[in-house]
């Protein structure tokens, strides 16, 4: 089982990027799927998660109207388009099979996010 997140980088404040989450081994369709993130110094917060019942979605306080979850199980791929990024939403981005962290689920193994002038 692998879950690979793609589609970090560096961008500058107000930029966008959308990260990608892709399974194997594993069909998504039966799991909700997070975000998490994580900064330097900082502990592991979860950004978004999308349900796998009906879809519905939840966010972190900061990231509402900015950040953008979304999957599509014939692909076995979700992803998080993020736009009016700031500098604060640097960091090392997981998607995984929860979205609590309780490290109970899959865990890709991150893809960097800086933002940064």
């Known amino acids: 089982v692998q879950l690979q997140a793609s589609g970090g980088g560096l961008v500058q404040p107000g930029g966008s990027l959308r990260l990608s989450c892709a399974a194997s081994g594993i069909s998504l369709i039966y799991y909700r799927i997070g975000w998490f993130r994580q900064a330097p110094g900082k502990e592991r917060e979860g950004v978004s998660c999308?349900?796998?019942?009906?879809?519905?979605?939840s966010y972190l306080d900061s990231v509402k109207g900015r950040f953008t979850i979304s999957r599509d199980d014939a692909k076995n791929m979700a992803y998080l388009q993020m736009k009016s990024l700031r500098p604060e939403d640097t960091g090392v981005y997981y998607c995984a099979t929860e979205c609590v962290d309780y490290g109970l689920g899959y865990w890709g193994q991150g893809t960097q996010v800086t933002v940064s002038s």
């Open positions: 999308i349900s796998s019942e009906d879809g519905s979605t």
